[in-house]
């Protein structure tokens, strides 16, 4: 049996591989869409992808609390649980499917609402309702042909299988799409495209699954207790509210634009977005590969070693995302600029607060996972409501003053007063006994994260004098550059640190024997 260690190298590996060719295919395909199709079908690609996360709220959070009660029967090898869970969730997830369908059909007649330029789209040849039914079904597919399945593949820790298959999917359905593009010019076919393929991957990710642990599909005796449903409930009602702060905070954006701008708006915001979830997807899968191992040991394991891989994490995490976020907000109008050409560069400071946003999802998300797997749902479960709040008031207020900038900032108010002030308190009450108190979580990730704006604004001023030129080659040296310094920079300040100290003895244990020889004397 592999290590949680093992199982997260694994994770890792194939997931930032797949993530870094998932990229490659998707600036490939966008350069094509936008070639072809154009600034007003982005800003519909991003609206309508928006509007189907705000349905998928139906979902409740039944993923990530079914998730958490599997790993102690996953632990303890009980298998008629594990059995019980999965059918549960299959049928929750075909009456979700059955919910956004309805509710989209539902939705229709609110297109002309949030669309600042609906009456231009007829008269542009752009069927709006036809569209929305496309990307419509494209979602609910995710709720079907077996998509539930994978879940025992993540509560086993090997998320890598699923990436493999992800992989293969990926390439043939953006080469498809790019061959659509460039054949027919038509979105109504682009959009089919998308939908056959998420099917696909749905099901070939239930085969892997079934493959993999045939245990886990088999017939039982084994019937949930009324408590254990109960308790399952309860804890979706709170995750329920954390997902309505989620969507809120990730898919209001394009909407307040659309409403308040217009569509070309959403376009040019939507190829920033993709250099950023693209950022943030790869992170997000390192992350994702300790997930599950940090689920096993908090299963069974004390709140000193918890507390200190947490430590380890967030370390990680500000030092990763930390320098990624600055890197992003003093090089994409660069590489916006040589991409697709300067119309669609977005002037600062768009691009600051979008490198700021990405440092703090890093916090957010750290913080998230240790909620997730020492099962912190229902505790403070206002706290999103106060999230989505602040966000919803704040984009709307700021967009009619700083315009696109102005929704930016109401995200990053939202998570700094909300997310990242809250959340901690929670998790050093309830995940780690008041082992350390959320004071000495604030006051380091303060001094980390005043040494990042240090060396942000010193290499500001050094890349401006140096890569002043637009170029591909000035882009690349100044994204290494950037890349190298900052976190450099970084380490050569905490050093001294456990959390630096745990990193370099980790690091050591994986090179070669010649070469940890080399580096010992």
């Not at 669609?344 to 913080?367: A, C, D, M, R």
């Not at 602040?390 to 009619?400: C, Q």
Request: net charge positive; with cysteine; glycine share 6%.
């Amino acid at each position: 049996m592999k290590s949680r260690k093992r199982y997260s190298v694994l994770n890792a590996l194939w997931g930032f591989g797949g993530q870094l060719l998932n990229i490659i295919l998707k600036f490939a395909c966008r350069t094509v869409f936008i070639k072809t199709l154009g600034t007003t079908y982005l800003g519909i690609n991003g609206l309508f992808s928006d509007i189907l996360m705000m349905l998928s709220l139906a979902e409740l959070g039944f993923d990530t609390a079914i998730t958490y009660r599997l790993y102690k029967p996953v632990a303890e090898q009980d298998n008629g649980q594990v059995i019980a869970f999965v059918k549960l969730f299959k049928k929750i997830y075909s009456v979700v499917g059955v919910v956004i369908f309805v509710a989209g059909l539902v939705f229709i007649p609110l297109l002309k609402y949030i669309i600042a330029d609906y009456d231009k789209l007829g008269a542009l040849g752009i069927d709006a309702v036809l569209i929305f039914l496309l990307y419509l079904i494209q979602n609910i597919s995710s709720y079907f042909f077996g998509a539930y399945k994978a879940i025992v593949l993540r509560v086993h820790q090997e998320q890598y299988l699923l990436d493999i298959t992800a992989i293969g999917v990926n390439f043939i359905s953006c080469v498809t799409q790019i061959a659509i593009l460039l054949i027919t010019k038509d979105f109504i076919y682009y959009i089919w495209v998308l939908t056959i393929f998420v099917v696909l991957q749905n099901i070939v990710n239930g085969i892997v699954a079934k493959k993999t642990y045939p245990q886990y599909f088999k017939k039982t005796e084994f019937k949930l207790t009324k408590n254990d449903i109960k308790d399952l409930f309860k804890d979706c009602s709170a995750l329920f509210v954390y997902k309505i702060n989620n969507v809120v905070m990730k898919a209001t954006d394009n909407i307040v634009l659309s409403s308040m701008i217009g569509l070309s708006i959403v376009g040019l915001y939507s190829n920033y977005l993709l250099v950023y979830v693209a950022i943030v997807g790869i992170l997000q899968k390192l992350l994702n590969a300790v997930k599950d191992s940090l689920g096993n040991l908090f299963v069974s394991n004390n709140d000193e070693k918890k507390y200190f891989f947490f430590e380890v994490m967030n370390f990680v995490v500000i030092l990763l995302y930390g320098s990624i976020g600055l890197s992003f907000a003093l090089g994409i109008n660069d590489f916006i600029y040589l991409w697709i050409g300067e119309e669609y560069v977005i002037s600062q400071p768009f691009p600051v607060l979008i490198g700021i946003e990405l440092l703090l999802t890093g916090l957010k998300q750290n913080l998230a996972q240790i909620r997730h797997v020492s099962g912190i749902f229902r505790q403070m479960w206002y706290r999103p409501i106060i999230g989505s709040l602040i966000n919803i008031i704040l984009s709307v207020v700021f967009a009619k003053i700083y315009g696109i900038a102005g929704v930016i900032m109401g995200t990053i108010a939202a998570a700094i007063f909300a997310n990242l002030s809250i959340d901690p308190i929670l998790i050093h009450k309830y995940s780690f006994n008041n082992f350390k108190t959320a004071r000495y979580y604030y006051t380091k990730n303060v001094i980390f994260i005043a040494v990042l704006i240090v060396s942000g604004i010193l290499n500001y001023y050094l890349t401006e004098s140096i890569f002043c030129e637009h170029s591909w080659l000035n882009l690349i040296m100044k994204t290494c550059w950037l890349m190298i310094s900052i976190p450099m920079f970084f380490f050569i300040i905490f050093h001294s640190k456990k959390e630096s100290q745990y990193l370099i003895e980790q690091f050591y244990h994986i090179l070669p024997t010649k070469v940890k020889h080399i580096v010992k004397y």
